[in-house]
């Protein structure tokens, strides 16, 4: 069975790993995988290399790329040919823009063609809220709809919530269309985290009674990182002996590192805020890890978070997207804060309820503890990659049949 999959760009983050990891994985005797993608834009650290330590040739198209652009004409255009040159029984979308003209581009193939191939399409995330404004947003939402409806056979969200916020909040597709398929990801590389967990405290020069607290993603606006700024000036501000030693890294790149830098200098933040940059060896910097935050205003399902737990650290995030399937039913509550199966909540954007929240977590030792050991539990049982490897292959197989 031939594979042609497309994304927008490798960048950093979990959807170019989810890409590169099934296109390795779907070639063998069963499965053949093409990997079609576009540019990375300046400002965002470029994943191409994570493809080729995987042995995936990807065919790059460069005038793909994440914003709208008369280059779009050219971009369906290659895809169009390239589709027209593989001759694949699936084409398999994944990310908005890559959805949009692969789609486009899959559509022209079946009909100018009279292919019988099947159009898949992976929502990581969606872009129907906090990304665009009104006229915006409501633009791509139709687009969406019409290519659920004329170009889509299939349609994977990566949780329920997620399936619940596409489908019944904003009517894209039907319900028979969807498919949930968790994530997944290598869990090989973190199965001994805790003896790692001096090199990255050694780096930054944390004392051992230091509690640090890690954000891990892109530097852009959608992850909302002067929340945690303001979480941390509120931390100094309040700072006295009855409070734990908190110590707030940034890790990742974007094009809002050098205006948060500014911003933390404002603050006076420089003694307790680290920028770290990117930095690929995920092994070391979640070992060095105590809490890993995340303040987004959306998501799909958070890769940090999911790493985080598998590294056995306590999380606490913001309750966006499948960031609620992921943290679990709530346990107790706290002024502000929701404490989950899996981690605490912040069902508000407010820096006040954020600090609450991260200063319970970090004084209670047995909390922290017993929400890194669920946390690793959850993800070894849900999140390995050869169940998502399987669930698409199963899912192909079913798609051959109809």
């Not at 006040?352 to 959850?378: Q, R």
Request: net charge neutral; hydrophobic share 40%; aromatic share 8%.
């Amino acid at each position: 069975m031939k594979i042609v999959r497309i994304i927008a760009r490798l960048n950093v983050g979990g959807p170019a790993r989810h890409v590169i990891w099934l296109t390795k994985e779907l070639n063998d005797g069963e499965f053949q995988s093409v990997l079609l993608a576009g540019t990375v834009p300046e400002g965002e650290q470029d994943m191409s290399f994570f493809a080729e330590e995987h042995g995936v040739d990807a065919v790059y198209i460069p005038e793909m790329s994440r914003e709208l652009s008369p280059k779009d004409i050219i971009s369906l255009w290659k895809v169009y040919r390239r589709i027209v040159r593989e001759k694949p029984d699936v084409i398999h979308t994944h990310t908005a823009k890559a959805g949009t003209v692969g789609r486009a581009a899959a559509f022209l193939y079946r009909w100018l063609n009279w292919k019988n191939v099947k159009i898949v399409h992976t929502f990581h995330g969606h872009i129907f809220h906090s990304y665009y404004g009104a006229l915006k947003t409501r633009i791509f939402l139709v687009i969406e709809k019409v290519l659920a409806r004329v170009a889509t056979d299939k349609i994977i969200v990566i949780t329920e919530q997620q399936y619940e916020e596409i489908h019944n909040q904003f009517g894209v597709g039907r319900a028979e269309q969807f498919r949930i398929v968790p994530l997944g990801i290598d869990l090989e590389p973190f199965r001994r985290s805790d003896e790692k967990r001096g090199i990255l405290r050694g780096q930054i020069k944390a004392a051992e009674d230091e509690i640090t607290v890690g954000f891990v993603g892109r530097l852009t606006e959608i992850k909302n990182v002067p929340l945690l700024l303001k979480v941390a000036d509120l931390y100094r501000r309040r700072k006295d002996e009855s409070l734990p030693k908190l110590k707030f890294l940034i890790i990742g790149d974007g094009n809002l590192r050098e205006e948060l830098e500014k911003e933390a200098e404002a603050l006076g933040l420089s003694e307790i805020v680290e920028f770290l940059g990117n930095r690929n060896d995920t092994d070391i910097f979640y070992a060095g890890l105590d809490i890993v935050a995340l303040t987004s205003l959306n998501e799909g399902t958070p890769l940090s978070l999911i790493e985080a737990m598998a590294n056995r650290r306590a999380v606490i995030s913001t309750a966006v997207g499948g960031v609620v399937d992921l943290l679990g039913e709530v346990q107790t509550t706290g002024e502000g804060f929701a404490v989950c199966r899996r981690g605490v909540r912040i069902d508000s954007g407010a820096a006040e309820d954020f600090y609450k929240g991260l200063i319970y977590l970090a004084k209670n030792e047995t909390l922290h503890k017993s929400l890194a050991s669920a946390g690793k539990e959850f993800v070894e049982a849900k999140y390995g990659k050869d169940r998502l490897i399987g669930d698409i292959k199963n899912l192909y197989r079913d798609s051959a049949q109809k």
